[in-house]
């Protein structure tokens, strides 16, 4: 009996396209498991922290003469990325709704006019928090620590980072120059410091109504990001493996059954 030839060696079928082809390709560099994935992505995460170290020493370079061709050769870096990672996805539409999306493209749009944006461009440092929440860090670099509590530590840390360098480019911003004693970028900075930490000092203080409301968000998100923190390293280890009937993800390593439910449970043994 002759074998029924298959689509694709069929005499009439058509050869993917390039794009179908470039997707393919794309796909398997950013979501495959091969040695060659796990290189281009630790490369593309290389990148992210250099893109992500210019951010955070931009207020000292914004004067320079070298600073608006390392943004818009940045922007030029991103856009690819953004691209690339658009096509690597099965479903365009859920790639849109993703938060980090909507963060690089903001991200995106605050170098593509840094003359227009420039009061906003602090808040280019949320690509720290985006990438320490992506799927894509903890699939390669952090592959060893995913699903632990390493992984809760990072990720809380992140967000503290960014939200200490977002608050201090608010001050920065908002009241530099001033009768509030903010003379540069690393005195915006002492004062977020100061006031996330309850310290108060006093020497440096913002003016103002929109200075106190500031400096009170500042305090109570502080020391509920603190509080968070504290909560993640200090709380009983637990792994997560759900529930086959109600669903819950955390339990403990040596669990037998859901303390929830009471299903039997089969967590494997990480030693193995």
């Keep these: 009996m002759t074998p029924r030839a298959s689509p694709a060696s069929s005499p009439g079928a058509q050869p993917p396209g390039r794009l179908a082809r470039l997707r393919t390709v794309l796909r398997a560099l950013y979501h495959g498991r091969s040695p060659l994935a796990i290189r281009f992505r630790l490369g593309v995460l290389i990148v992210d922290f250099a893109i992500i170290a210019f951010f955070i020493v931009a207020p000292v370079l914004r004067d ?34 993703r938060p980090i999306v909507w963060v690089d493209l903001f991200v995106l749009a605050t170098l593509l006019a840094p003359q227009w944006l420039a009061n906003l461009g602090f808040l280019r440092i949320l690509r720290l928090w985006s990438l320490f929440h992506s799927e894509f860090f903890w699939s390669t670099v952090g592959r060893r620590y995913d699903d632990t509590r390493w992984e809760d530590v990072v990720r809380t840390l992140s967000t503290l980072a960014t939200f200490v360098f977002v608050v201090t480019g608010f001050v920065y911003t908002g009241f530099a120059g001033t009768e509030s004693g903010i003379a540069g970028y690393v005195d915006a900075l002492y004062f977020t410091v100061a006031t996330l930490t309850t310290t108060g000092f006093g020497d440096i203080t913002l003016p103002g109504t929109a200075g106190k409301l500031l400096s009170i968000i500042t305090m109570i998100v502080g020391i509920s990001l603190f509080a968070r923190l504290a909560q993640t390293l200090f709380r009983p280890n637990k792994v997560r493996f759900d529930c086959p009937t109600c669903g819950l993800q955390r339990h403990d390593p040596d669990a037998v059954h859901c303390k929830a439910c009471g299903t039997l449970l089969a967590i494997p043994n990480a030693d193995e």
Excluded at 81 to 91: F, I
């Design 64 to 97: 320079t003469g070298v600073f608006l061709a390392i943004d818009y050769a940045i922007a030029v870096l991103l856009a690819l990325d953004l691209a690339a990672r658009a096509l690597s996805w099965r479903d365009l539409r859920a790639w849109v709704r």
